[in-house]
């Protein structure tokens, strides 16, 4: 989580009662101080009120909106932010998407929480903050920053919860927080929120639904099959899950066992049964785990499972099969820092560190701050 205080790049000027901003058409109440964001260089100098532009006063209106929430003054912020641009929440919405896409993650937030701050009651403000902060907390996943990882997530499952409460009732809140459910492995709230966006689109005929509509649909029977097929809703696979990933290994081995053995075609249970014995470094039978999940319906699709197999198999030795392993991971996951770090690893295993350092290189190019990356090039 960032911890620096963003309102240390505003300060509040006091307006003279005849001050007016050119080429605008804001009036000031001169009894209230004005938010202006600070320019570059002018962090300790406050400039005089002839200097100001119309576009510090509303970024420093954001800013306060976004993180002062006890200024007794945010209600006057609002309507001049409003006054000042009438397509503000669309203009805002549409800039945040465009950051996080590009991964620039900090000011992205910042534009979600100024919109949330600007009107906290738009539930459509909330599902999307929900969403950014689903994404933000997969991005820090993979990078292996797991307590922001889960403190992100964390503020994206309140914000799911706040969505799917919204009225009228918003279908897309459910199906977006169903896949951040799976995420969490819990199978049975996941369904429940597949289950109920098919209810709330049932109205809607075939021949009126987009293309993304139907892919919708068709993505949430899907899921439902999927969870009840591989009977991912009992209560032997969740609390493993939940035992394994607390630091209680044996305890949640033993529950995934059980469910083996009434289900030994899951691969997601095969998943968590290696998942579970390589955190304790037992590497050779995690990979037959691993093995076993492959060999499962649906196993060979994903890159996570290939890249724990890998691991396995550069601990017991078998550095051939794991750089294949390795390569195959990153057909499926070209942009994954875990798989390409991992291929440094195996490379320095073989003692060349010159093909190992392109590797983290690599990874650096798509997160410069990744740990692993820059304590291996010395950073």
Known sequence: MNPSNPLKSVYFLNLPKDF?????????????????????????????????????????MRTVLAYDLNNKNRDYYRTLVTQARPNIKKELSEAAILKARNEDWDLAEEIWLALHGLDGADKAIILNMAIFYDQRGDALRAH??????????????????????????????????????????????????????????????????????????????????????????????HL????????????????????IQDNPAVWNAWFLLGWGLRRLGRFSDALKAFEKARECEGGDENADTLNEL????????????????????????PDSTKVISNLGCLFLKRGDKEEAKKYFQTVLEIDPEDKIARAQLGL
């Open 240 to 259: 493993a899950y939940d035992l394994i990933a607390s630091g209680e290994e044996e305890k949640g081995l033993a529950e995934i066992r059980k469910f």
């Open 20 to 60: 007016v901003l050119e080429n605008t058409k804001l009036s000031f109440d001169s009894s209230i101080p004005l938010p202006v964001q600070k320019k570059d260089g002018e962090e300790d100098k406050e400039p005089s009120v002839s200097d100001i532009t119309e576009e510090q006063i509303l970024s420093g």
């Open 144 to 237: 292996a920053l797991y307590e922001d990882a889960d403190a992100y997530d964390d503020l994206a499952q309140n914000y799911y919860q706040e969505s799917m409460e919204a009225e009228p009732e918003m279908p897309d809140a459910f199906f977006n927080a169903g896949f951040y459910y799976l995420k969490k492995h819990n199978f049975p709230r996941a369904k429940g929120c597949f289950e109920s966006y098919l209810a709330l689109t049932s109205d809607l005929k075939s021949e009126d639904l987009d293309d993304n509509g139907t892919y919708k649909r068709e993505r949430a029977q899907e899921m439902i099959d999927k969870i009840s097929n591989r009977k991912l809703e009992d209560e032997h696979f």
């Open 310 to 333: 890998a691991i396995c198999q550069m601990e017991t030795g078998k550095l051939d099969e794991a750089q294949e392993s390795l390569v195959e991971a990153l057909s499926i996951d």
